[in-house]
């Protein structure tokens, strides 16, 4: 039976990138992974095969179909415009393969045996547990959970597959559904109500919360709010989904709002959030700790309540992000190799992948006003930087939120075209433990985006130049 330092049970972000990192380390390392693609097993989990990756492959395409025809203001007339939407998915596709055949290759490089099938803790034997990798038995000095989560079902909406799907299902659709009925309005309902929308869907999102994203800065959110419906997506808010039936070949689905509703669609993707993945693992048996919601509990080393059982990623809570996985995955590796990995979870940004995009670091403005902290708050329209103008995608603000006292960046929010690129400036700075005015008297090249970014800075201590 072959021994490892450590056997890592997910392939997903969390997974393999703490798979690297222990093998970089010199510890003789296994990945378990039962994710298939195409028959062939797939390693990046649910990011690369199902979620983050093909999401934005499709974003990108269908920003691109919708572009086609909004050129008129630039001088450019298209006449005619034709989806062929087999192509676009393949392409999709072809992506999906060339990332995960990428973390295969990863793997030889880095010499981290990849065992395909899925993993299951046995026992302990010794020093050493013992485990499951499908058929295939094996040993490990420590075990890596990172079994990532899934979508969350809902019993008055049961996924068929075809017509109720999840987000797997709703990038994969044969054809543009014409009227299609999003069930939650989080980051998977806005960014797949977006893509169909702009493909030709007319689009219901359908959320039972009363307020639009609480997660983001209100500001943010309304200003989101009032850009998606002019595009065009029917958001509907404090509404208790009830049931849906074949009504010939729609699917008539009833909702309560102010009053009990009906409406008529041909799809409906139930994105109401995603649920840890536990089962199968065998630890009801041995005894794993999960918490009320069902997520691993660990402490602050992501140990679990067994003895060298670790765990990372989704499947032990807090923000369901990709890049969060793996920083937990770089971490914990470096701490079984006795360094100090740490991960800052106060500088995690946050990205909708809309039209414009929705990204944010740090606190928003009424989270800390409501907790009685002092701030000070500067923004920055996009309509008054040059480059957002010259492109003609001039919507939105940046706003950046700062300790009264001590200048401190608490929080950046931002409403743009390409915010999930100019967070990251953001996210620097709150890592070094920057002021407004650090951000705000570095020098950005002109013409940019991120000179809005500089200037809101700027604003906080009414030093702006340009507004
Ligand atoms: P989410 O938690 O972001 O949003 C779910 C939404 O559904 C919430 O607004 C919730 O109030 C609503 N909801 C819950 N029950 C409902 C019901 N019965 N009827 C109507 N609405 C209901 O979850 P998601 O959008 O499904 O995404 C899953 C996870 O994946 C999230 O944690 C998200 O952060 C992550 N994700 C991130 C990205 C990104 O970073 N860009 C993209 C996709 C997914």
Request: proline letters at 4%.
């Amino acid at each position: 039976m072959e021994r490892y330092d450590v056997a890592v049970i997910g392939g997903g972000p969390a997974g393999y990138v703490a798979a690297i990192r222990c093998a970089q380390l010199g510890m003789r390392t296994a990945c378990i992974d039962d994710w298939r693609r195409k028959d062939r097993p797939s390693l990046g989990g649910t990011c690369l095969n199902v979620g983050c990756i093909p999401s934005k492959a499709l974003l990108d395409s269908s920003e691109k179909f919708e572009l086609i025809g909004e050129l008129k203001d630039h001088g450019i007339t298209v006449s005619g415009k034709s989806l062929d939407l087999g192509a676009m998915m393949a392409r999709k596709e072809a992506v999906v393969d060339r990332l995960t055949s990428g973390i295969a290759l990863l793997f030889r490089k880095y010499k981290v045996d990849s065992l395909p099938g899925l993993g299951r803790l046995i026992g302990r034997d010794g020093e050493f547990w013992k485990l499951a990798a499908g058929a295939e038995e094996l040993q490990a000095r420590r075990i890596i959970l990172a079994t990532g989560s899934v979508p969350r079902p809902l019993p008055s909406l049961p996924f068929d597959g075809e017509r109720v799907v999840d987000s797997e299902g709703a990038l994969s659709f044969a054809s543009v559904p014409p009227r299609l009925t999003v069930v939650g309005a989080g980051v998977v309902g806005l960014e797949l109500g977006s893509v169909w929308r702009r493909l030709g869907s007319q689009v219901t999102v359908l959320e039972a919360m009363g307020e639009f994203l609480p997660a983001a800065d209100r500001d943010l959110a309304k200003e989101a709010l009032r850009r998606f419906s002019e595009q065009g997506l029917d958001i509907q808010l404090g509404v208790e989904v009830q049931s849906a039936e074949p009504a010939g070949d729609s699917l008539r689905l009833r909702y309560r709002a102010v009053s009990d509703q009906e409406l008529e669609c041909d799809r409906i993707i139930v994105a109401v959030g995603r649920v840890p993945r536990t089962s199968g693992l065998g630890g009801d048996q041995l005894g794993l700790e999960l918490d009320s919601r069902g997520f691993i509990k660990v402490d602050a080393q992501f140990r679990t309540n067994l003895p060298e059982v670790f765990a990372i990623g989704d499947v032990i809570g807090g923000p369901m992000l990709a890049h969060k996985a793996q920083e937990e995955g770089v971490a914990l590796a470096e701490r079984l190799a006795g360094q100090a990995g740490a991960v800052n979870y106060r500088a995690v940004p946050w990205v909708v992948y809309t039209e414009p995009e929705l990204a944010w670091v740090g606190q928003s403005e009424q989270e800390l006003r409501d907790r009685g902290h002092a701030v000070k708050v500067g923004r920055f329209p996009m309509s008054a930087n040059g480059r957002a103008l010259g492109s003609g995608e001039a919507s939105g603000f940046v706003k950046v939120v700062a300790d009264a006292a001590t200048d401190r960046l608490l929080g950046v929010h931002i409403v743009s075209h390409d915010a999930s690129e100019l967070i990251a400036e953001a996210v620097s700075v709150m890592e070094f433990g920057g002021s407004s005015e650090d951000l705000g008297r570095t020098i950005h090249a002109h013409p940019t985006r991120s000179e809005a970014l500089k200037e809101a800075a700027l604003a906080v201590l009414k030093l702006g130049i340009h507004l």
